[in-house]
Protein backbone atom coordinates (compact mmCIF):
# COMPACT_ATOMS: atom_id res chain seq x y z
CA UNK A 1 0.00 0.00 0.00
CA UNK A 2 1.41 3.31 -0.30
CA UNK A 3 2.13 5.22 2.12
CA UNK A 4 1.39 9.56 2.32
CA UNK A 5 3.71 12.13 2.03
CA UNK A 6 3.20 15.65 2.29
CA UNK A 7 4.44 19.31 2.07
CA UNK A 8 3.50 19.40 5.97
CA UNK A 9 4.87 16.30 7.15
CA UNK A 10 6.48 17.18 10.78
CA UNK A 11 9.79 16.08 9.22
CA UNK A 12 9.98 18.16 6.40
CA UNK A 13 8.39 21.53 8.94
CA UNK A 14 11.90 20.27 11.00
CA UNK A 15 13.85 20.46 7.72
CA UNK A 16 12.70 23.99 6.90
CA UNK A 17 13.28 25.11 10.15
CA UNK A 18 16.73 23.68 10.56
CA UNK A 19 17.56 26.04 7.34
CA UNK A 20 15.71 29.12 9.12
CA UNK A 21 18.35 28.12 12.39
CA UNK A 22 21.32 28.20 10.22
CA UNK A 23 19.85 31.31 8.69
CA UNK A 24 19.99 32.87 11.99
CA UNK A 25 23.64 31.62 12.85
CA UNK A 26 24.61 32.76 9.00
CA UNK A 27 23.47 36.14 9.74
CA UNK A 28 25.25 36.88 12.88
CA UNK A 29 28.28 36.02 11.26
CA UNK A 30 27.94 37.80 8.22
CA UNK A 31 27.01 40.84 9.91
CA UNK A 32 29.98 40.49 12.26
CA UNK A 33 31.68 41.51 9.20
CA UNK A 34 30.67 44.49 8.36
CA UNK A 35 33.47 46.55 10.26
CA UNK A 36 35.61 45.50 7.63
CA UNK A 37 33.99 48.25 5.32
CA UNK A 38 35.92 51.57 6.23
CA UNK A 39 34.43 53.75 4.02
CA UNK A 40 37.50 56.45 3.43
CA UNK A 41 39.06 53.32 2.02
CA UNK A 42 36.75 51.76 0.45
CA UNK A 43 38.91 50.15 -2.39
CA UNK A 44 41.07 47.94 -0.03
CA UNK A 45 37.94 47.60 2.41
CA UNK A 46 35.16 46.42 0.26
CA UNK A 47 36.91 43.52 -1.26
CA UNK A 48 38.15 42.40 1.90
CA UNK A 49 34.46 42.38 3.27
CA UNK A 50 33.35 40.08 0.08
CA UNK A 51 35.86 38.24 0.47
CA UNK A 52 35.21 37.30 4.27
CA UNK A 53 31.65 36.74 3.79
CA UNK A 54 32.56 34.66 0.65
CA UNK A 55 34.54 32.52 3.39
CA UNK A 56 31.28 32.55 5.75
CA UNK A 57 28.87 31.25 2.78
CA UNK A 58 31.41 28.98 2.24
CA UNK A 59 31.52 27.51 5.27
CA UNK A 60 27.90 27.44 6.12
CA UNK A 61 26.94 26.15 2.81
CA UNK A 62 28.53 22.97 3.55
CA UNK A 63 26.34 22.85 6.39
CA UNK A 64 23.42 23.52 4.61
CA UNK A 65 23.53 20.81 2.11
CA UNK A 66 24.45 18.25 4.89
CA UNK A 67 21.29 19.30 6.32
CA UNK A 68 19.64 18.47 3.13
CA UNK A 69 21.35 15.07 2.73
CA UNK A 70 20.15 14.28 6.14
CA UNK A 71 16.43 15.37 5.32
CA UNK A 72 16.80 13.31 2.42
CA UNK A 73 18.10 10.17 3.74
CA UNK A 74 15.63 10.38 6.60
CA UNK A 75 12.64 10.54 3.86
CA UNK A 76 14.29 7.75 2.27
CA UNK A 77 14.35 5.48 5.16
CA UNK A 78 10.20 5.64 5.78
CA UNK A 79 9.67 3.63 2.45
CA UNK A 80 11.17 0.49 1.79
CA UNK A 81 13.69 1.93 -1.28
CA UNK A 82 15.26 -0.97 -2.71
CA UNK A 83 18.86 -0.65 -3.21
CA UNK A 84 21.74 1.66 -1.11
CA UNK A 85 21.87 5.57 -2.47
CA UNK A 86 24.23 7.96 -1.38
CA UNK A 87 23.12 11.48 -1.72
CA UNK A 88 25.18 13.96 -4.15
CA UNK A 89 26.23 16.23 -1.62
CA UNK A 90 25.78 19.87 -3.22
CA UNK A 91 28.81 21.88 -3.41
CA UNK A 92 28.76 25.67 -2.06
CA UNK A 93 28.04 28.46 -4.82
CA UNK A 94 31.36 29.09 -6.98
CA UNK A 95 33.16 31.68 -6.10
CA UNK A 96 32.56 33.59 -9.26
CA UNK A 97 28.92 32.94 -8.32
CA UNK A 98 28.87 34.32 -4.78
CA UNK A 99 31.64 37.43 -5.57
CA UNK A 100 29.53 38.67 -8.49
CA UNK A 101 26.66 38.64 -6.06
CA UNK A 102 28.38 40.38 -3.69
CA UNK A 103 29.63 43.09 -5.66
CA UNK A 104 26.10 43.93 -6.83
CA UNK A 105 25.20 44.30 -2.90
CA UNK A 106 27.77 46.71 -2.52
CA UNK A 107 27.89 48.29 -5.89
CA UNK A 108 26.25 51.21 -4.82
CA UNK A 109 28.85 52.35 -2.37
CA UNK A 110 31.21 53.71 -4.65
CA UNK A 111 31.41 57.53 -5.10
CA UNK A 112 29.54 58.85 -8.15
CA UNK A 113 29.17 62.04 -10.09
CA UNK A 114 26.33 63.90 -8.46
CA UNK A 115 25.96 65.73 -11.43
CA UNK A 116 26.23 62.44 -13.73
CA UNK A 117 22.48 61.86 -15.17
CA UNK A 118 23.52 58.09 -14.91
CA UNK A 119 23.92 58.76 -10.70
CA UNK A 120 20.97 56.76 -9.54
CA UNK A 121 19.16 58.48 -6.24
CA UNK A 122 20.36 55.63 -4.18
CA UNK A 123 23.99 56.26 -5.31
CA UNK A 124 23.23 59.88 -3.64
CA UNK A 125 22.33 58.71 -0.84
CA UNK A 126 24.85 59.78 1.81
CA UNK A 127 27.62 57.15 2.72
CA UNK A 128 25.59 55.98 6.15
CA UNK A 129 22.25 55.31 3.83
CA UNK A 130 24.05 53.15 1.06
CA UNK A 131 26.04 51.50 3.74
CA UNK A 132 22.93 50.31 5.54
CA UNK A 133 21.65 49.61 2.12
CA UNK A 134 24.20 47.41 1.13
CA UNK A 135 24.74 45.63 4.20
CA UNK A 136 20.77 44.49 4.00
CA UNK A 137 21.43 43.36 0.28
CA UNK A 138 24.42 41.55 1.35
CA UNK A 139 22.69 39.49 4.16
CA UNK A 140 20.15 38.65 1.36
CA UNK A 141 22.53 37.30 -0.75
CA UNK A 142 24.13 35.22 1.67
CA UNK A 143 20.69 33.61 2.67
CA UNK A 144 20.39 32.53 -0.88
CA UNK A 145 23.61 31.19 -1.86
CA UNK A 146 23.50 29.16 1.31
CA UNK A 147 19.66 28.01 1.40
CA UNK A 148 20.08 27.28 -2.39
CA UNK A 149 22.73 24.81 -1.76
CA UNK A 150 20.57 22.53 0.55
CA UNK A 151 17.71 22.62 -1.71
CA UNK A 152 20.53 21.64 -4.87
CA UNK A 153 21.43 18.65 -2.67
CA UNK A 154 17.65 17.40 -2.29
CA UNK A 155 16.63 18.43 -6.03
CA UNK A 156 20.03 16.62 -7.68
CA UNK A 157 19.47 13.34 -5.21
CA UNK A 158 16.05 13.26 -6.22
CA UNK A 159 17.09 13.74 -10.15
CA UNK A 160 19.65 10.50 -9.89
CA UNK A 161 18.05 8.30 -6.89
CA UNK A 162 16.14 5.78 -9.31
CA UNK A 163 13.77 5.31 -6.39
CA UNK A 164 12.66 9.05 -6.25
CA UNK A 165 9.84 10.02 -8.39
CA UNK A 166 9.52 13.97 -7.78
CA UNK A 167 9.39 16.78 -4.97
CA UNK A 168 7.21 19.39 -3.84
CA UNK A 169 7.64 22.52 -2.49
CA UNK A 170 6.93 22.97 1.30
CA UNK A 171 6.32 26.39 2.73
CA UNK A 172 5.76 28.15 5.64
CA UNK A 173 2.17 28.98 7.39
CA UNK A 174 4.04 32.81 6.98
CA UNK A 175 5.43 32.10 3.65
CA UNK A 176 4.46 34.91 1.27
CA UNK A 177 1.82 34.69 -1.84
CA UNK A 178 4.12 33.65 -4.17
CA UNK A 179 5.81 30.75 -2.37
CA UNK A 180 2.14 29.20 -0.93
CA UNK A 181 1.40 29.89 -4.83
CA UNK A 182 3.71 27.22 -5.94
CA UNK A 183 3.29 25.23 -3.36
CA UNK A 184 -0.05 24.33 -4.07
CA UNK A 185 1.47 22.51 -7.23
CA UNK A 186 2.56 19.75 -5.02
CA UNK A 187 4.54 17.32 -6.48
CA UNK A 188 4.56 18.25 -10.61
CA UNK A 189 8.26 18.97 -9.95
CA UNK A 190 9.13 15.65 -11.13
CA UNK A 191 11.27 17.35 -14.26
CA UNK A 192 14.79 18.64 -14.91
CA UNK A 193 13.54 21.57 -16.51
CA UNK A 194 11.42 22.82 -13.39
CA UNK A 195 13.58 25.55 -11.13
CA UNK A 196 12.86 26.00 -7.48
CA UNK A 197 11.87 29.50 -7.70
CA UNK A 198 13.24 31.04 -4.38
CA UNK A 199 13.73 34.89 -3.42
CA UNK A 200 15.74 36.28 -0.45
CA UNK A 201 14.64 35.75 2.89
CA UNK A 202 12.65 32.58 1.51
CA UNK A 203 12.96 29.16 3.43
CA UNK A 204 10.42 26.93 0.99
CA UNK A 205 12.35 23.77 0.40
CA UNK A 206 11.73 20.31 -1.43
CA UNK A 207 9.90 17.43 0.18
CA UNK A 208 11.20 14.61 -2.28
CA UNK A 209 8.63 12.11 -3.15
CA UNK A 210 9.77 7.99 -3.70
CA UNK A 211 8.39 5.41 -5.35
CA UNK A 212 5.87 3.87 -3.13
CA UNK A 213 4.61 7.26 -1.69
CA UNK A 214 1.49 8.81 -2.65
CA UNK A 215 1.70 12.88 -2.69
CA UNK A 216 -1.11 14.63 -0.90
CA UNK A 217 -1.09 18.67 -0.04
CA UNK A 218 -1.15 19.38 3.58
CA UNK A 219 -4.04 21.19 5.05
CA UNK A 220 -2.76 24.19 4.67
CA UNK A 221 -1.81 24.10 1.25
CA UNK A 222 -5.32 22.44 0.13
CA UNK A 223 -7.19 25.77 1.63
CA UNK A 224 -4.59 28.05 -0.13
CA UNK A 225 -5.57 25.56 -3.54
CA UNK A 226 -8.85 26.43 -3.14
CA UNK A 227 -8.42 29.92 -2.52
CA UNK A 228 -6.20 30.33 -5.50
CA UNK A 229 -8.60 28.40 -7.58
CA UNK A 230 -11.97 30.36 -6.20
CA UNK A 231 -10.64 33.92 -6.02
CA UNK A 232 -6.89 33.86 -8.58
CA UNK A 233 -7.01 31.50 -11.30
CA UNK A 234 -9.65 32.81 -13.48
CA UNK A 235 -7.92 36.37 -13.61
CA UNK A 236 -5.19 35.65 -16.25
CA UNK A 237 -2.62 38.36 -15.79
CA UNK A 238 -3.47 39.44 -12.16
CA UNK A 239 -3.34 36.14 -10.15
CA UNK A 240 -1.00 36.57 -7.43
CA UNK A 241 -2.18 40.02 -6.87
CA UNK A 242 -5.47 38.41 -6.49
CA UNK A 243 -4.14 35.39 -4.14
CA UNK A 244 -2.15 37.94 -2.15
CA UNK A 245 -5.41 39.39 -1.30
CA UNK A 246 -7.56 36.35 -0.94
CA UNK A 247 -4.96 35.32 1.55
CA UNK A 248 -5.25 38.21 3.43
CA UNK A 249 -9.10 38.57 3.44
CA UNK A 250 -10.20 34.60 3.57
CA UNK A 251 -7.12 32.96 4.57
CA UNK A 252 -6.48 31.53 8.15
CA UNK A 253 -2.98 32.74 8.31
CA UNK A 254 -1.58 35.77 8.22
CA UNK A 255 0.26 37.42 5.81
CA UNK A 256 2.88 37.88 4.58
CA UNK A 257 5.92 36.98 7.23
CA UNK A 258 8.64 34.80 7.60
CA UNK A 259 8.92 32.17 5.59
ZN1 LIG B 1 9.40 30.74 0.02
Redesign the pocket.
Known sequence: MATLVSDGDPAATRYRQAQRGLTRLLLRDVRRLRRLIIPARLQRSVPDYIGAVQQVVDQYARTSAALGAEFYDVQRSTVRATGPFTVPVASPPPEDQSESSLRWATKDLWPRDPDDPRTTDAQREPIERRLEQAYRKADAVAQKLVSDVGRATIRDAVREDRQAVAWARA?ALG??A??KMLATRGAVYGEDTVRFE??DS???GPVPIFRGQRFELSAHAREWERLYREYAAPYSGDQLQRFRRALAEHGSHPLPGA?
Do not use: D, T
Open positions: AACFCAHCHCH
